[in-house]
C-alpha cells in the first residue's frame, strides 16, 4: 500500500477533502473569548512548511484534550483530516487564502525527520507602512526601536470589547 502523498501549503484549498502535510509550528498563541477576555476561545497557529510556505491553524478549546499531541512552538507534525475554511478577519497573521480548521478527526504525530525553516518572516519597509501601500488587513513583520509605549485602552467594536496598545517604532534609518 503506498502511503498517501505529503502535500505543500500552497496547495491547500476548500475544494479537496482529505490533506497530509508536514509542517512546523512556528508561532502559537491563545485567543479568548468576545465576551470574557479571562476564558480561552482557541489555540491559533502559523504553520510553515518545507518550500516556506505558512497558513493558520485553529484548534476550538472543545479539541484540547482530544488532539494526543501536545502542539510546541519550533516542533514539526504531520497533520491529517482538517478542515479548511476561508481566512476571514481583521488581522490576518497569513496572506494564505484559506485558514486550517482541526476537527475531532484531525490527526496529529509528531516528526522528526524534516528540514524545515526556524522562522518566516516577510519584513515590510517603515515606508510602505506609513505611505499606506499595504493591505492593513494582514498582519506585518517589522524591525525597529521601541521608542514609546502608551496606556492600554479599552474599545468597543460593533458590540465586542477589546483593548489596544499603541506604541512607537523608530526605523534604523531615522535619526
Known amino acids: ?16 477533502e482529505t490533506w497530509k502535510i508536514k509542517v512546523k ?7 479568548s473569548k468576545f465576551n470574557n477576555l479571562e476564558e480561552v476561545f482557541s489555540i491559533d497557529f502559523i504553520l510553515i512548511d518545507e518550500k516556506g510556505g505558512k497558513i493558520q491553524a485553529r484548534m476550538k478549546k472543545s479539541l484540547f484534550n482530544k488532539i494526543s499531541c501536545q502542539l510546541k512552538e519550533g516542533s514539526s507534525y504531520v497533520i491529517t483530516n482538517f478542515g479548511v ?7 490576518k ?4 487564502a484559506f485558514r486550517i480548521n482541526f476537527l475531532y478527526s484531525t490527526s496529529v504525530r509528531e516528526c522528526h525527520d524534516m528540514l524545515m525553516p526556524t522562522k518566516s518572516f516577510d519584513f515590510i519597509a517603515f515606508e510602505d507602512i506609513t505611505s499606506n501601500r499595504i493591505d492593513v488587513t494582514y498582519l506585518v513583520d517589522v524591525i525597529g526601536e521601541l521608542t514609546g509605549i502608551g496606556n492600554i485602552e479599552e ?4 458590540g465586542n470589547k477589546t483593548k489596544r496598545l499603541t506604541f512607537e517604532l523608530e526605523d534604523e534609518h531615522v535619526g
Do not use: C, R
Open 1 to 16: 500500500i503506498m502511503a498517501p502523498k505529503i502535500d505543500f501549503i500552497d496547495e491547500i484549498n476548500p475544494f479537496k
Open 93 to 96: 497573521p497569513t496572506q494564505h
Open 25 to 31: 509550528v512556528t508561532t502559537l498563541w491563545n485567543t
Open 85 to 91: 475554511g476561508e481566512n476571514i478577519g481583521s488581522y
Open 155 to 158: 474599545w468597543e467594536n460593533n
